[in-house]
Nanobody, 113 residues
Framework: VQLQASGGGLVQTGGSLRLSCAASGSIFSIFRMAWYRRAPGKQRELVAAITADGSASYINPVKGRFTISRDNAKSTVYLQMDSLKSEDTAVYYC????????WGYGTQVTVSS
């Protein structure tokens, strides 16, 4: 399975972005999927996760601001990010749980104040 994230960009504090991650391969629907991020100087962390049937979970800093969803027919997972803060600046990646798939390049999200 190959992963390709897109949708990042430069946005002001309080703005929104919608990230997409397309996966090749027909087995996408059985994976628990997640969005991860790596901020400058920090380790990669899991941000949001979604089960095969659509149950979502989030780390505390993004609860109420981010929404993860998936479209199994399109083998795509999404991350709607609202009320963005400067601390959300990072490269965002998608992968399974655990992250055993080959990492894609990620997509850069930069939030400016």
């Amino acid at each position: 399975v190959q992963l390709q994230a897109s949708g990042g960009g430069l946005v002001q504090t309080g703005g929104s972005l919608r990230l997409s991650c397309a996966a090749s391969g027909s087995i996408f629907s059985i994976f628990r999927m997640a969005w991860y991020r790596r901020a400058p100087g920090k380790q990669r962390e899991l941000v949001a996760a979604i089960t095969a049937d659509g149950s979502a979970s989030y780390i505390n800093p993004v609860k109420g601001r981010f929404t993860i969803s998936r479209d199994n027919a399109k083998s795509t997972v999404y991350l709607q990010m609202d009320s963005l803060k400067s601390e959300d600046t990072a490269v965002y990646y998608c992968n399974g749980i655990p992250p055993t798939l080959t990492w894609g390049y990620g997509t850069q999200v930069t939030v400016s104040s």
